[in-house]
């Protein structure tokens, strides 16, 4: 998966809960984005990054925050778990415009 | 705002082709993807075009765009049942470095 490493690769969480999703690549890239994907819906844009210091909301930003301190680690934060929020989680990759975008293998997270 | 519409569910025979067919909304320049999702795991890119062009072949891949009409496919020739998987269609507009999905197709491939 293009040298993009998501973990924990599965998890439980109870409701009110927080925890960190993390994602790190090897692959030097400046794009780095988190998507989340729920059954029969397609991946919607939860936050992404243009580079180090750089973030921004996506489609459904609601309930996550995101910081990029270096180029290669761009961690989800999930603050007060919610139901709504289990997912599966997938961290990608890109060299921004024009480009491709290569995606991790997912984070499973269930929120109970 | 920008929106992708996919067909949800195709069946075919092993041997057979497959085609995946996906609309887009954005009528600017565009970049257009297929992404391949076999059950519990994460997305491999497959093929991609760019809107100055109609065709990409790759192999048993085909990718047709009609700027027109704004439709694009994925022909997938002798399809075999490793071929079973969700494809999402995923389109990156001009001047954006998102990407918007379509809900995926679930290809079944039967013996």
């Known amino acids: 998966n293009a040298g993009v490493t998501q973990t924990p690769k599965f998890r439980i969480l109870k409701i009110g809960q927080s925890m960190t999703l993390q994602c790190t690549q090897d692959?030097?890239?400046?794009?780095m984005y988190w998507y989340r994907q729920d059954p029969g819906m397609g991946l919607k844009l939860i936050y992404y990054?243009?580079?180090?210091?750089?973030?921004d909301k996506g489609e459904v930003p609601n309930g996550y925050n995101v910081s990029r301190s270096t180029t290669e680690d761009f961690p989800l934060r999930l603050e007060l778990a919610a139901p709504s929020q289990t997912s599966v989680y997938f961290c990608?990759?890109?060299?921004?415009?024009?480009?491709?975008?290569?995606f991790g293998e997912g984070s499973w997270l269930t929120v109970v | 705002g920008e929106d992708v519409e996919q067909s949800l569910f195709l069946s075919v025979r092993e041997g057979d082709s497959s085609v995946i067919n996906c609309t887009y909304t954005?009528?600017?320049?565009?970049?257009l993807y297929w992404y391949k999702q076999e059950p519990g795991a994460g997305l491999q890119l497959l093929t991609y075009?760019?809107?100055?062009?109609d065709m990409k072949q790759d192999q048993r891949l085909t990718v047709l765009l009609n700027k027109k009409d704004k439709h694009l496919s994925l022909r997938i020739a002798d399809t075999q049942t490793g071929d079973s998987a969700i494809y999402f269609c995923?389109?990156?507009?001009?001047?954006?470095?998102?990407?918007?999905f379509g809900k995926g197709t679930m290809l079944l491939v039967s013996p």
């Open positions: 954005d009528s600017s320049s565009t970049y």
């Open positions: 692959m030097n890239h400046n794009y």
């Open positions: 995923a389109e990156m507009p001009s001047g954006y470095s998102t990407l918007t």
């Open positions: 075009i760019f809107s100055n062009m």
């Open positions: 990608a990759i890109g060299q921004g415009l024009r480009n491709t975008i290569y």
């Open positions: 990054s243009v580079g180090a210091g750089i973030t």
